[in-house]
């Protein structure tokens, strides 16, 4: 059985930092491009960070220079570093190789 499980989220003040964390079972993560997704009450999920199997990554023009998505390979496990964080980045954030999601986590971020 597959699963994703993201942890680390919580309630953050503005330019505050939070790292979220994407365990997974059932399949090897480095075999995927893994990605973190969020959505915010009324809007539409969008792509946050894409890290592919190869190592490369890509990022939203909304989080560049603030996140970072890496991967740890003995863990299996996908990490998302979120530095200087807005009100905006408040969201269900989720991680997902496209085939599965996780049941996401809520990042809170106070002004």
């Known amino acids: 059985q597959v699963r994703l499980v993201e942890s680390g989220g919580g309630l953050v003040q503005a330019g505050g930092s939070l790292r979220l964390s994407c365990a997974a079972s059932?399949?090897?993560?480095?075999?995927?491009?893994m990605n973190w997704y969020r959505q915010a009450p009324g809007k539409q999920r969008e792509l946050v960070a894409t890290?592919?199997?190869?190592?490369?990554?890509n990022y939203a023009d909304f989080v560049k220079g603030r996140f970072t998505i890496s991967r740890d390979n003995a863990k299996n496990t996908v990490y998302l570093q979120m530095n200087a964080l807005k009100p905006e980045d408040t969201a269900v954030y989720y991680c997902?190789?496209?085939?599965?999601w996780g049941q996401g986590t809520q990042v809170t971020v106070s002004s």
């Open positions: 997902t190789n496209s085939l599965y």
């Open positions: 059932g399949i090897i993560l480095r075999d995927y491009a």
């Open positions: 890290l592919i199997s190869s190592g490369g990554t």
